[in-house]
């Protein structure tokens, strides 16, 4: 199943897998900006550097948009709706540019965060950002929260992926119909089952004590002080 669901990580031994992976995600931060911001030269950047990646991490391109269905019909939509003057009711250029690099920085940011998960595993990041800790105690606790943090919501990104072809599975299993209705209930579906792991998630780091080690830090902060 790695090998299928977006956002899945492709093992390999490419360059783009032994770069840290602060410095990944760095890049992605960059360009996913720069499409969305600097348009239409940004977004030209932005799609030619993860070409570019993707044939050094030996990732075909095509295979970077694997369940971008949703994307792609955000996208047009945001085209169709910034095109559209209400007041009076017709078409503008400069509505349909504004749809058009949204759109665009959309689908950019979508295929970099799937480049990203790729080459990157979440322990990666971890350690990678956990390497950047400070002398100061309360600065390097402060980080590593932050770390923790971004690890775990990166995560969901691709889990949501899995859930949703899980449900996507199950629903094509039990001769459902494409359409709204499908639609509607792989929704439901993944929305249910993206709580629930949440909410197992919090569980988890409650029995780790990862809310009575702050504590603790806290306790000795104030005593040394």
């Known amino acids: 199943m790695a090998g299928l669901t977006?956002?899945?990580y492709k093992a390999g031994n490419s360059f783009l897998h032994r770069l840290p992976a602060r410095v990944k995600l760095l890049c992605l931060?960059?360009?996913?900006g720069?499409?969305?911001?600097?348009?239409p030269f940004g977004v030209g950047f932005s799609f030619a550097f993860i070409a570019a990646a993707s044939c050094t991490a030996a990732i075909p391109l095509r295979s970077l948009y694997r369940g971008s269905g949703f994307i792609v019909f955000?996208?047009?939509?945001m085209i169709i709706f910034r095109s559209l003057s209400w007041e009076p009711l017709g078409f503008t250029i400069a509505g349909f540019r504004e749809g058009l690099g949204f759109a665009?920085?959309?689908l950019a940011a979508f295929a970099g965060c799937a480049l990203f998960f790729s080459v990157t595993t979440m322990q990666e990041l971890k350690e990678s950002l956990d390497s950047l800790r400070p002398p100061n105690p309360a600065l390097a606790r402060l980080i590593s929260r932050f770390t923790v943090g971004v690890t775990l919501m990166l995560g969901?990104?691709?889990?949501?992926?899995e859930i949703w072809e899980d449900a996507e599975t199950a629903y094509k299993a039990r001769a459902g119909k494409n359409g709204a209705r499908k639609l509607v209930f792989?929704?439901?579906v993944a929305i249910?089952?993206?709580i629930q792991l949440a909410v197992e998630t919090a569980v988890a780091l409650d029995m780790r004590g990862f809310e009575q080690s702050d504590a603790l830090f806290l306790q000795r902060g104030k005593t040394s002080a």
């Open 6 to 8: 977006p956002y899945a």
């Open 186 to 188: 792989l929704t439901g």
């Open 74 to 77: 955000m996208a047009i939509t």
């Open 192 to 194: 249910e089952r993206m």
């Open 156 to 161: 969901f990104m691709p889990r949501f992926f």
């Open 34 to 39: 720069s499409a969305f911001v600097f348009f």
């Open 104 to 106: 665009l920085g959309l």
């Open 29 to 32: 931060l960059v360009i996913s």
